[in-house]
């Protein structure tokens, strides 16, 4: 099948022809159909799989067969729960959009109000964060008495963030006929409950959980704590790497981590909460333009970033949930390549790593660096070791793609002890 197939304006095939998209992915030609009918849908995806698209296109068909061109009203509503990805749709809006003149405008925090509110009046498609967008809503510089399509993107995400009295807020704002669109990771029982109250009939579209991981080589690194700093850049310089996006779990960390990195001569930068939008904007193109091989970043932060770059995902703090692990690893493999996720564990991690491998439905290789001595006494390192003075009996090769490595699956009473 290709994009042929849905009968687009000439105008939009553009627009797919400038993304260079040539065959719909699975959950496009599942949601495409459903949403250019007009029906609510409720649909099941990972990032990566192309669901910005499969709305983003239908959308904006709709608009043109209503001829909705021009400056406002408000007809299409997109709420995100990061301001990275509220700019990465808005930018995919703009380019699918280009030739048929439909504005998108971006609403988010951490930067001045103006020039978002003079955008927002002149767009036909705001898509929003949904605190900036309640605060708008609250002065009374815009309305949203014409939309008549509502997109939920990441609602998973943004109910962990705290959204949900935000988001009743925004709906109790909107007319009551409109076509509803709900897009998830993950169906937990608050998303049940939310797509019971706002969609109607809804077709339900869903694409294998387990998709944006079948072209990822994935390791466990088992390691003492206060060792997985000296661990990461003995990793970083002994497999080939492209772009390499490193997890930790707290923004001091990712902060510490990137300075130590950097101090090592590695074009390194960092993403996380307490930064401007200016600063986190540099960072990202920095990033995806390859002026910066390497980004620490912690989970919330490095919702939306979007580059088919990255080579290596490694997660330096183990996630805190088999679901975040997925998210995290689905950050490489895209667009057709493969990619490479690492875990530097610690004992302190084998619930998680069972739930990983449970989730997987089979057992992870657990490798070590050749040449590592795991045997390191406990000293205070800058920028990523701890206090954890336990020490790691693995004697096994290396990583997955590296250079002069063989990865071996280890014993598991030995990783345990880990």
Same mark, same amino acid.
């Given at each position: 099948m290709t994009f042929d197939h849905f009968s687009f304006d000439r105008r939009i095939c553009a627009g797919i022809t400038a993304c260079g998209y040539s065959t719909p992915t699975p959950i496009q030609t599942l949601a495409i159909p459903e949403v250019l009918k007009g029906r609510d849908v409720m649909g099941l995806a990972q990032t990566g799989t192309g669901k910005t698209a499969a709305f983003a296109l239908p959308i904006?068909?709709?608009?043109?067969?209503?001829?909705?061109?021009?400056?406002?009203?408000?007809? %299409?509503?997109? @709420? =995100?729960? %990061?301001?990275? @990805? =509220?700019?990465?749709?808005?930018?995919?809006?703009?380019?699918?959009?280009?030739?048929?003149?439909i504005r998108s405008a971006a609403v988010f925090g951490g930067v001045g109000f103006n020039p978002q509110i003079n955008a927002a009046r002149k767009a036909t498609i705001v898509v929003a964060c949904p605190g900036r967008l309640v605060a708008l809503l609250q002065q009374g510089v815009l309305k949203l008495d014409s939309v008549d399509t509502l997109v939920l993107d990441e609602a998973d995400r943004m109910l962990d963030m705290g959204f949900m009295p935000d988001l009743k807020r925004i709906m109790s704002r909107l007319p009551a006929k409109r076509q509803n669109l709900l897009f998830s990771a993950t169906m937990p029982a608050d998303i049940r409950k939310l797509a019971d109250t706002i969609l109607v009939d809804p077709a339900r579209v869903q694409v294998s959980n387990t998709a944006p991981v079948e072209c990822v080589t994935q390791a466990f690194y088992p390691v003492s704590d206060h060792l997985k700093a000296g661990l990461l850049e003995a990793l970083l310089q002994s497999v080939e790497h492209e772009s390499v996006l490193i997890f930790t779990r707290t923004k001091h960390r990712a902060k510490n981590l990137a300075k130590r990195l950097g101090l090592r001569g590695l074009n390194t930068t960092f993403l996380q909460g307490n930064m401007s939008q200016n600063q986190r904007q540099r960072a990202l193109d920095g990033f995806r333009c390859g002026t910066f091989e390497i980004m620490v970043a912690t989970d919330i932060a490095a919702r939306g970033i979007d580059c088919d770059r990255i080579s290596h995902v490694i997660n330096f703090d183990a996630p805190d949930t088999a679901e975040t692990y997925t998210h995290r690893i689905g950050r490489t493999g895209r667009a057709g390549r493969t990619g490479a996720a690492l875990s530097l564990i610690t004992r302190d991690d084998h619930l998680v790593v069972r739930d990983i491998e449970r989730v997987l439905r089979r057992r992870v290789d657990q490798c070590t660096v050749d040449g590592f001595d795991y045997d390191q006494p406990f000293k205070a390192q800058p920028g990523g070791g701890n206090r954890d003075r336990t020490r790691s009996q693995q004697r096994k090769p290396s990583a997955p793609g590296g250079r002069n490595s063989r990865p071996q699956r280890s014993r598991r009473s030995s990783a345990r002890a880990s």
């Open positions: 904006l068909q709709r608009l043109l067969n209503s001829d909705a061109r021009g400056q406002g009203p408000v007809r %299409t509503l997109v @709420l =995100a729960p %990061t301001r990275e @990805l =509220a700019l990465q749709i808005q930018e995919s809006f703009d380019i699918l959009g280009k030739q048929a003149g």
